[in-house]
């Protein structure tokens, strides 16, 4: 192994893997240099296993919002960048309800591919070795002067003359995620500004004692807080509070509202039944099946434990009584026991959990040093920074992946090309 190269890569994730392909197309000397093993550890627990790359829809909501995701929207389609790239290295992608996975349905295979599409002749792997410290060469010649020095824990040292940041964020660290004391050293070493790593994409714990509920699933309707932001999707209850795509994707919001101290999320876990259809069905019901109690007839809408729960909070808010049939209800009840289950179930967050359940960060270095069309930091030639460790968040639905694979596509693509 050499020790000096034309491009280093931080990171052996799906970003770096992506630049590392591009710079070996172009024919540059490259090291990668991964703390883990073995190469692109994340990716195999990746949407279970079945690794969720890309999805039908795109917009500006899907990235919360970032000013610079929509102007990588702007130059280009993620989803047909997905497929073509994941075509080019041998995989097939197949489609379930606008979200795409390999047709193999196996996060390994995407590894794989990733991993034989880098020339190794031009390819060096370094794992189980992390990056520490990065310096400019200090030197009097200025084509030198670019050069970077790079320090490893395991006291190895290597040259380059470019530096692809592609070190991820903090989450899932039993996955061999970045040291956020690492990251800051190596950014403040460089002058890169950054935001502070956060847990994101997580589930809440909720100050309403939930563990009845701990395992149910149920689709529902979340509003959070003043009914700004509201998603539709299946949630799940857990010993604390709550989880699910739908929470994880809520989570930013609520990380927000935290410190307001108005963080509230209604549950509305029948959002496609109407008042009218719901009592017509208490009537119909209760014209043929009089004894039916009312537990059975939630459970004809909603998972038993989910049911019991909320007949529960009914009985103490004094609306009906838990022994209640369908038939002979006192007049109103059967419209107050929709409205609660509507609108009045809430649960209170009080925590996210951390980086050990989140399967993203939010932070990371600020995108207004960023060159979206290159990767660049367009105050520091040679150095690009991509994927996760960037401040740039998707919601669930393989808008994280697909931005780790083109933003590490274009480092490779430009690194070095002036
Ligand atoms: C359980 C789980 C499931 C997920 N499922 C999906 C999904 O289905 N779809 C989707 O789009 N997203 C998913 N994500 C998010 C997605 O995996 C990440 O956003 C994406 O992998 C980020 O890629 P990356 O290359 O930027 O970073 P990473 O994959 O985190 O790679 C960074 C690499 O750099 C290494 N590293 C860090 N610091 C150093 C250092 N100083 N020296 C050497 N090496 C270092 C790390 O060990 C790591 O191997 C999931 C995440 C998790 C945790």
Same mark, same amino acid.
């Given at each position: 192994?050499?020790n ?6 931080i990171? !052996?994730?799906?970003?770096? #893997? ?6 070996s197309?172009?024919?540059?000397? $490259? ?18 296993g ?7 829809? @795109? ?5 919360y ?5 929509d ?9 047909d ?19 795409? @996975?390999?047709?193999?349905?196996q ?10 599409? +880098? ?27 670019s050069?970077?020095l +790079? ?8 040259? $380059? ?8 964020? $903090? ?9 956020? !004391? ?15 790593y ?10 309403e004692?939930?563990?009845?509920l ?10 959070i807080g ?13 010993d604390?509070? +709550?989880?699910?795509?739908?929470v ?12 307001s101290?108005?963080?509230?999320v ?6 496609? +039944? ?10 119909? #019901? ?14 004809? @809408?909603?998972?038993?434990k989910?049911?019991?729960y909320?007949?529960?909070?009914m ?18 009840? !059967? %419209?107050?026991?929709y409205?609660y ?9 009080i925590e996210?959990?951390?980086?050990d ?15 979206? %069309? ?13 994927g996760?460790a960037i ?14 694979? @083109? ?7 430009h690194?070095?090309?002036?």
């Open positions: 192994m050499k000096v190269y034309d491009v280093i890569i990171g !052996a994730g799906a970003s770096g #893997l992506a630049a590392a392909i591009e710079c197309r172009r024919q540059l000397t $490259c090291l990668i240099i991964d703390k883990n093993k073995k190469p692109g550890n994340k990716l195999y627990a990746t949407g279970n079945r690794c969720n790359v890309t999805n039908d829809q @795109y917009d500006s909501g899907v990235y919002n970032n000013p610079f995701t102007q990588i929207l702007q130059q280009a389609d993620l989803r960048f997905t497929i073509h790239f994941m075509h080019d290295i041998g995989i097939h992608l197949t489609e379930k309800k606008g979200y795409y @996975y390999p047709m193999s349905m996060a390994s295979s995407v590894v794989w591919a990733l991993l034989d599409a +880098i020339d190794k002749n031009r390819v060096d792997f370094e794992q189980n070795t992390e990056v520490l410290q990065i310096e400019p060469s200090v030197t009097d010649n200025r084509e030198a002067a050069h970077y +790079i320090q490893c824990s395991d006291h190895k040292e290597y040259q $380059c003359r470019a530096i692809i940041l592609s070190m991820g964020g $903090c989450s899932a660290p039993e996955l061999g995620a970045a040291d956020p !004391a690492v990251s800051y050293r190596l950014l403040d070493s460089l002058g890169i500004h950054y935001q502070p956060t847990p994101a994409l997580v589930p809440i714990k909720t100050s004692d939930v563990s009845a701990n395992g149910v699933r149920q689709h529902a309707l979340l509003t003043d009914s700004a932001y509201t998603e539709e999707g299946e949630i799940q209850f857990t604390q509070g +709550i989880s699910g795509i739908v994880f994707n809520q989570a930013e919001f609520i990380r927000n509202l935290l410190t101290g108005k963080a509230v209604k549950i509305n876990p029948i959002p496609e +039944i109407t008042r009218d259809a719901f009592l017509s069905d208490q009537q119909a #019901l209760a014209n043929c099946l009089p004894n039916r109690s009312i537990l059975a007839f939630l459970n004809g @809408y909603m998972n038993d989910l049911a019991r909320l007949l529960d909070r009985e103490e808010a004094q609306i009906l009584d838990h022994s209640a049939q369908i038939a002979g209800l006192p007049e109103h009840t !059967a %419209e107050r026991i409205d289950i509507t609108n009045s179930f809430c649960v209170h967050p996210l959990y951390g980086f359940k989140s399967q993203a960060s939010s932070g990371g270095i600020c995108t207004d040093q960023i060159n979206p %069309e290159t990767m660049e930091f367009h105050d520091k030639p040679g150095i690009f920074a991509v996760e401040d740039v968040l998707g919601k669930c639905g393989g808008y994280n992946l697909s931005f780790a694979l @083109y933003s590490g596509h274009l480092a490779g693509s690194v070095l090309l002036r």
